[in-house]
T-cell receptor, first 113, second 115 residues
């Protein structure tokens, strides 16, 4: 079975720009969550999507937004990038209603100059 | 609100020695507790989880953890460290069920294993 894949693996942007990160869920998984992991820190929950609707959000401003598509792939969009947005962004997917844990991708490393 | 505290950002042990990584949690509801491992340039891999029932939980790669409600702790142990255990370890808590949704993570402990 195909795992969770994220693209791109690395990305460099400048302050004020916008960025889109992509996640392809593991086959059969209909729930996707996004996390931000700053250098030297633990991951922080950004939001979760289930059936194309936001299903919970962490303490992140509205310039962080997401989409989930009918094939359960997902995007994380960040507008007006700030230096503090530099981080590893992790996507995790699972099957809602299942007791199985979520599976994480290897992340996208975003650097803001 | 939930929180996780991991004592010791860096732990170094000799190969073959006991590994002990500490985790204390705070939760207003019965918690679901998790340990994840992260190797360089990779995502998170679940080592083990506590949901309900037996308080001693066994995971992959010889790791285990014990849930102690009275101490609000969930420390991770391994009897004998191997070089391949060198990685970053994260303790996490969720109130969303045993699947581990919407996790709150600690700041992590980097484990080094000396030959």
């Amino acid at each position: 079975e195909t795992g969770v894949t994220q693209s791109p693996t690395h990305l460099i942007k400048t302050r004020g720009q916008q960025v889109t990160l992509r996640c392809s869920s593991q086959s059969g998984h209909n729930t996707v969550s996004w996390y931000q992991q700053a250098l030297g820190q633990g991951p922080q929950f950004i939001f979760q999507y289930y059936r194309e609707e936001e299903n919970g959000r962490g303490n992140f401003p509205p310039r962080f937004s997401g989409l989930q598509f009918p094939n359960y792939s997902s995007e994380l969009n960040v507008n007006a990038l700030e230096l503090d947005d530099s981080a590893l962004y992790l996507c995790a997917s699972r099957q809602q209603g299942s007791n199985q844990p979520q599976h994480f991708g290897d992340g996208t490393r975003l650097s803001i100059l | 609100a939930q929180s996780v505290t991991q004592l010791g950002s860096h732990v170094s042990v000799s190969e073959g020695a006991l590994v002990l990584l500490r985790c204390n949690y705070s939760s207003s509801v019965p918690p679901y507790l998790f340990w994840y491992v992260q190797y360089p340039n990779q995502g998170l891999q679940l080592l083990l989880k506590y949901t309900t029932g037996a308080t001693l939980v066994k995971g992959i790669n010889g790791f285990e953890a014990e849930f102690k409600k009275s101490e609000t702790s969930f420390h991770l142990t391994k009897p004998s460290a191997h070089m391949s255990d060198a990685a970053e370890y994260f303790c996490a808590v969720s109130d969303q069920g045993s699947s581990g949704d919407k996790l709150t993570f600690g700041t992590g402990t980097r484990l080094a294993v000396r030959p």
